[in-house]
């Protein structure tokens, strides 16, 4: 009977775990991006210029 690969086993995880990892930073970079890009108007409000009078 083969012995088992623990050192493959530990990679394999390893990598579905920072996959996962990198796919969550991912969404979440999305989700904080797409509402800026949906209504321009909350993302940058106009800016008041206050009138002095003065020339």
């Known amino acids: 009977m083969?012995?088992?690969n623990y050192q493959y086993e530990?990679?394999?995880k390893d990598l579905a775990?920072?996959?996962k990892q990198e796919?969550?930073?991912l969404r979440k970079l999305e989700k904080n991006t797409v509402?800026?890009?949906d209504n321009p108007e909350?993302?940058?409000p106009p800016v008041a210029v206050p009138e002095t009078?003065?020339?």
């Open 17 to 19: 775990k920072k996959k």
């Open 35 to 37: 509402p800026s890009v």
């Open 10 to 12: 530990k990679r394999q």
């Open 2 to 4: 083969a012995k088992p």
């Open 42 to 44: 909350q993302a940058q």
């Open 23 to 25: 796919e969550k930073r």
């Open 53 to 55: 009078g003065e020339t």
